[in-house]
């Protein structure tokens, strides 16, 4: 199948470089586009691509590929319209979009939006126990903790080419323009902050409450404190019985990223440790406890993110559904609106938009 990127930067460089170059038995990057001339070389000498663009406008009317990869940062919302309007299918990396209104705007087509995690063994192992267990009506509580450090330390390790020939204030602008439709132009900056983190890095343990149990039915509570991005909790209702904790913690030094996610149920627990996402094989833990204080550890090397790849595959060739398309991306812009509508509530602080109460 052949492949176009829309995106070269951090998770393009240090994840999908690597993968397609080792699974070229399913695919074939025939272009690359950036914004940047610096990384659309880059990435297409790495993938040894000679067609190479600044526009997507141009890639998608010179074609020659099968689908788009949306691997850029921010919202994707106009590039995946403009890309199923032409007809191509699309693998999108979170979030879909930053508005409601940008996903209403999508055409039909075939969509495919990536949450890796919800791809991992790991993942469908605990899926499997927990439906064994009658499904999410046997939840007491899901509990998360994401240790965060720095981006930078995440990925000391993968030599990244920057991007220093791009003006980035237009984009900042024309982002910051999405999240005021999206929360209202008076929005403050500690609103704005926490609905990045919850389509940022949050999103993924929004993806994974899905999975395991739907989209929360309540959000009770939203708190934040600490430097920076800080730390955030969240907290309420889930959909069928039991309730849900989220706290994100951004910790500038900390030794290395650590994200657990603890399903407590009458007769057990089902707790996941993730690696950082950028290690490549690095394996998540799935330990079961049952009965009589029995302890099962369930570890698997394979990639989280090359699996979703190869349902991508699937999808666009033999028509399998994806884990999550356009409504589950949805669902996701809904419940970090509901979020941000709930601190600023709980705080005497401005909301508008598409989360206004």
Not at 13 to 39: G, N
Not at 55 to 72: H, Q
Not at 105 to 131: F, I, N
Not at 175 to 200: C, I, K, T
């Amino acid at each position: 199948m052949k492949l176009a990127l829309v995106g070269c930067g951090a998770v393009t460089q240090a994840v999908y470089v690597p993968l397609l170059s080792r699974r070229r038995d399913l695919f074939e990057v025939t272009a690359v586009c950036d914004l940047s001339r610096t990384l659309a070389d880059v990435v297409g000498d790495r993938l040894g691509v000679a067609r190479r663009y600044l526009s997507l406008g141009d890639m998608l009317a010179d074609g020659g590929f099968d689908a788009v990869v949306m691997l850029a940062s921010g919202s994707h919302g106009e590039a995946v319209r403009q890309a199923l309007a032409a007809g191509y299918a699309v693998l999108c990396e979170k979030p879909l979009a930053l508005t409601r209104a940008e996903v209403a705007a999508l055409p039909e087509g075939r969509l495919m939006v990536g949450y890796m995690k919800q791809y991992d063994p790991a993942v469908l192992r605990a899926e499997q126990e927990l439906a064994a267990l009658g499904g999410p009506g046997a939840i007491r509580t899901v509990e998360v903790t994401v240790l965060h450090p720095s981006g930078e330390s995440q990925l000391a390790f993968a030599n990244l080419a920057q991007a220093r020939d791009v003006d980035v204030a237009p984009l900042r602008a024309a982002e910051d323009a999405l999240v005021s439709q999206a929360l209202g132009a008076s929005a403050p900056p500690a609103v704005r902050a926490l609905y990045g983190v919850s389509l940022g890095s949050i999103c993924h343990d929004l993806s994974l409450l899905r999975r395991f149990t739907g989209s929360p039915a309540d959000i009770g509570h939203v708190a934040t404190w600490g430097p920076g991005p800080g730390s955030i909790e969240i907290s309420g209702a889930l959909t069928i019985s039991g309730r849900f904790s989220i706290r994100w913690h951004y910790l500038e030094d900390y030794p290395a990223y650590r994200e657990t996610v603890a399903i407590h149920h009458d007769k057990g627990s089902l707790e996941l440790v993730f690696p950082s996402p950028y290690l490549l094989n690095a394996p998540t833990t799935l330990t079961i406890v049952s009965g009589g204080e029995s302890r099962t550890e369930v570890r698997d090397v394979t990639e989280a993110f090359e699996t979703q790849l190869v349902a991508f595959h699937a999808f666009v060739n033999e028509g399998k559904p994806p884990l999550t398309g356009k409504d589950g991306g949805l669902e996701d812009i809904v419940t970090a609106q509901r979020i941000a509508a709930r601190y600023a509530v709980l705080n005497d602080l401005p909301i508008a938009g598409e989360a206004a109460p």
